[in-house]
């Protein structure tokens, strides 16, 4: 087990900083830093000097938004998988097939994290999200079906944490969305409507790892009335599950 005498605190400190700017609508300051992250503000203050010292963030009026220079810690990710050369192909000419914009995403921790997206067709109407996006695990397909297809202790961990209400129809009782897994580990997709964003439906698919738990999740999402119908949504499961299959020896 790895203890605080172990890791660098103040390291750790920084990457929370990093991190405190992912769902930030407009730049940040010190002080509105350090009550993100309960870091003493003069502590604070360093962290984001040696930042922006560093080249990971830019100031404008004494408040601060991360550079491109970010984009540096996640391109050894990226690269190791070889996204740009393998990945990214096959998910554009089934995107074309699906009609569809297809987006692949991996669980980090509580959240679904976005690490490629193809719109296919540069016409196709897309979901607004993006590479680095993160979703709920618990209100949208993508998140859905990489915790259905996770290890059962791994499952009771995420359901005994309060569930977040995103919209009226979202399903924040426990039992009722390990029904929803179990459902989802049955026909091999989920297909969530309304309970992320009023009006969109989305569907995804597992990519399986050896074990068969997912080690990602391949989903599209649209209107919900493209949606409603499940003969519909089988047949565009299917698609993206041969995607998926295909995709498992590369990510």
Do not use: W
């Amino acid at each position: 087990m790895i203890t605080d005498k172990d890791i660098s605190l103040t390291f750790m400190k920084g990457m929370e900083v990093l991190e405190a700017f992912e769902r930030a609508a407009a730049p940040l300051t010190i002080p509105e830093l350090a009550r993100r992250t309960g870091i003493n503000r003069s502590v604070t203050r360093r962290l984001v000097l040696t930042l922006l010292r560093l080249g990971y963030l830019a100031e404008t009026n004494r408040a601060f938004t991360p550079t491109p220079r970010i984009l540096r810690l996640a391109s050894g990710y990226l690269k190791e998988r070889q996204f740009g050369r393998t990945v990214q192909p096959v998910m554009a000419a089934y995107s074309k097939r699906l009609g569809d914009a297809i987006s692949l995403a991996v669980r980090d921790g509580a959240d679904a994290i976005y690490v490629a997206y193809s719109p296919g067709d540069p016409t196709l109407i897309t979901s607004g999200f993006s590479i680095g996006s993160r979703l709920p695990l618990t209100a949208t397909a993508i998140g859905r079906v990489l915790l259905a297809f996770s290890d059962p202790e791994e499952i009771e961990c995420i359901l005994a944490e309060p569930s977040a209400s995103y919209t009226p129809d979202t399903k924040t009782d426990p039992d009722a969305i390990l029904a929803d897994l179990s459902a989802i580990r049955a026909r091999g997709f989920a297909h969530v409507t309304g309970e992320y964003e009023p009006g969109v439906a989305s569907i995804a698919v597992p990519v399986l790892g050896p074990d068969s738990t997912a080690k990602a999740a391949l989903g599209i999402v649209g209107p919900a009335a493209r949606f409603e119908e499940m003969e519909i949504c089988a047949r565009k499961a299917a698609l993206l599950s041969e995607c998926a299959e295909t995709l498992e020896s590369f990510v």
